[in-house]
């Protein structure tokens, strides 16, 4: 999306005009990504933001992070509401899976960490 429709949107989104700051509506004008985490992309092809989020998703392999992208087709925006679509179903199983592939392994660890600490009395 263009920059100026980008200023349109924002005024929607915020009580702020700040333009300084849009990293904060789009990651995609942030001036580093160095340091996210893992991240799942998922684009629509008739959707407005169809661009932006090709090029977050392109933005963060370039500086090292981990992107699984998701680009549907004949598709536009808000389409994940058909929540009885087969296509919406096995996104949802693929959203599911990738939070279970970052999230689940640090909370495997830290509830081991914590379970030891509390049998060595250290809780």
Same mark, same amino acid.
């Given at each position: 999306?263009?920059?100026?429709?980008?200023?349109?949107?924002?005024?929607?989104?915020?009580?702020?005009?700040?333009?300084?700051?849009?990293?904060?509506?789009?990651?995609?004008? +942030?001036?580093?990504?160095?340091?996210?985490?893992?991240?799942?992309?998922?684009? +629509?092809?008739?959707?407005?933001?169809?661009?932006?989020?090709?090029?977050?998703?392109?933005?963060?392999?370039?500086?090292?992070?981990?992107?699984?992208?998701?680009?549907?087709? +004949?598709?536009?925006?808000?389409?994940?509401?058909?929540?009885?679509?087969?296509?919406?179903?096995?996104?949802?199983? /693929?959203?599911?899976?990738?939070? /279970?592939?970052?999230?689940?392994?640090?909370?495997?660890?830290?509830?081991?960490?914590?379970?030891?600490?509390?049998?060595?009395?250290?809780?």
């Amino acid at each position: 999306m263009e920059c100026g429709s980008m200023k349109k949107f924002t005024v929607l989104y915020s009580s702020t005009k700040d333009y300084e700051h849009m990293e904060y509506f789009s990651p995609v004008g +942030a001036l580093s990504l160095a340091g996210l985490s893992s991240a799942y992309v998922e684009t +629509a092809e008739f959707d407005c933001l169809l661009d932006s989020g090709l090029l977050y998703a392109q933005l963060l392999k370039e500086s090292g992070i981990e992107v699984e992208l998701h680009e549907t087709i +004949a598709t536009m925006h808000g389409y994940d509401i058909a929540v009885n679509s087969n296509l919406v179903k096995n996104l949802m199983d /693929k959203r599911v899976a990738f939070l /279970k592939k970052v999230l689940f392994p640090q909370i495997i660890l830290n509830t081991i960490k914590q379970s030891r600490q509390g049998e060595s009395g250290l809780a």
